[in-house]
T-cell receptor, first 109, second 114 residues
Framework: KNEVEQSPQNLTAQEGEFITINCSYSVGISALHWLQQHPGGGIVSLFMLSSGKKKHGRLIATINIQEKHSSLHITASHPRDSAVYICSPPGGATNKLIFGTGTLLAVQP | DADVTQTPRNRITKTGKRIMLECSQT?????MYWYRQDPGLGLRLIYYSFDVKDINKGEISDGYSVSRQAQAKFSLSLESAIPNQTALYFCATSGLRTGGGELFFGEGSRLTVL
């Protein structure tokens, strides 16, 4: 069983739609990261959260520690949101970073 | 200056050559990581370092070595490059003791081994 599972793997949405990307993990956690990677681009950290919910503009991240589940929501999606979104919980006792394989999001105008 | 700088950004080399990818950071973070990214496989950990004297192998360390020359510098070497090491390589830093766990990535080094 993979330590991190993301769903869906691919997502196509129309501009303006509400988008949800899910992340389930089996390892221990101190903080989980949501990352964004644009095509051909670098990787940036969107959120780091260890409880509850965080909001940044149109992006909202939530986490349920007991259920080992996190979601990333995008409200009023826009074509510039098209990217790969990756979740990363710390990798167990060693606290090394591990990553989901990512969700490829395409927002069409 | 970028928080995490990788050099070179692009490199084409031949099988058997020695290659070094360098990473430097200005965040003062204690933890540094090297990952490779291949299409469909996501980011896979090569090596990580929690301190200058603490270096650990990741899941795919064979064929690679690293050096943590200082808190701010972490280099990845391919002693004898082979074509299946063609990939996009990322350096990342994280400050658990310093920085509250923030995570920063370099812009990536695209390596092609012919």
């Amino acid at each position: 069983k993979n330590e991190v599972e993301q769903s869906p793997q691919n997502l196509t949405a129309q501009e303006g739609e509400f988008i949800t990307i899910n992340c389930s993990y089996s390892v221990g956690i101190s903080a989980l990261h949501w990352l964004q990677q644009h095509p051909g681009g670098g990787i940036v950290s969107l959120f780091m959260l260890s409880s509850g919910k965080k909001k940044h503009g149109r992006l909202i991240a939530t986490i349920n520690i007991q259920e080992k589940h996190s979601s990333l929501h995008i409200t009023a999606s826009h074509p510039r949101d098209s990217a790969v979104y990756i979740c990363s919980p710390p990798g167990g006792a060693t606290n090394k970073l591990i990553f989901g394989t990512g969700t490829l999001l395409a927002v069409q105008p | 200056d970028a928080d995490v700088t990788q050099t070179p950004r692009n490199r084409i080399t031949k099988t058997g050559k020695r290659i070094m990818l360098e990473c430097s950071q200005t965040k003062g973070h204690d933890r540094m990581y090297w990952y490779r990214q291949d299409p469909g496989l996501g980011l896979r950990l090569i090596y990580y370092s929690f301190d200058v004297k603490d270096i650990n192998k990741g899941e795919i360390s064979d064929g690679y070595s690293v050096s943590r020359q200082a808190q701010a510098k972490f280099s990845l070497s391919l002693e004898s490059a082979i074509p299946n090491q063609t990939a996009l390589y990322f350096c990342a830093t994280s400050g658990l003791r310093t920085g509250g766990g923030e995570l920063f990535f370099g812009e990536g080094s695209r390596l092609t081994v012919l």
